[in-house]
């Protein structure tokens, strides 16, 4: 079994920062892409920034360029988001992704997080 544990969300207030954290446990043979998605509400999940494990440049949503990091440990099975100049329009659960081999020989797998609460309001 594979286990995602987010942690790091919180309320912040307007052009404050948060950092999150997600990582990966149990049976990893090995690690591709590990993303960030958030969803607000009544609005559909959408892509916040990804990472490859290639070390490609990561990517982001409009939305979040200049203000987000997205980063990686791969000895550590932890992706990383690190928000600067949040605003109110941030605000969303926040949900890590990773996608991975529980075994070699297996098919890639997207595994999710069980969402962070992050909330920008003054």
């Known amino acids: 079994q594979v286990h995602l544990v987010e942690s790091g969300g919180g309320l912040v207030q307007p052009g404050g920062s948060l950092s999150l954290s997600c990582a990966a446990s149990?049976?990893?043979?090995?690690?591709?892409?590990m993303a960030w998605y958030r969803q607000a509400p009544g609005k559909q999940r959408e892509l916040v920034a990804i990472i490859t494990s290639g070390g490609g440049m990561p990517n982001y949503a409009d939305s979040v360029k200049g203000r987000v990091t997205i980063s990686r440990d791969n000895a550590k099975d932890t992706v990383y988001l690190q928000m600067n100049s949040l605003k109110p329009e941030d605000t969303a659960v926040y949900y890590c992704?990773?996608?991975?081999?529980?075994?070699?020989?297996?098919?890639?797998?997207?595994?999710w997080g069980q969402g962070t609460q992050v909330t920008v309001s003054s």
């Open positions: 149990g049976t990893i043979f090995s690690i591709d892409d």
């Open positions: 992704k990773v996608r991975l081999r529980p075994a070699w020989g297996t098919r890639l797998r997207d595994y």
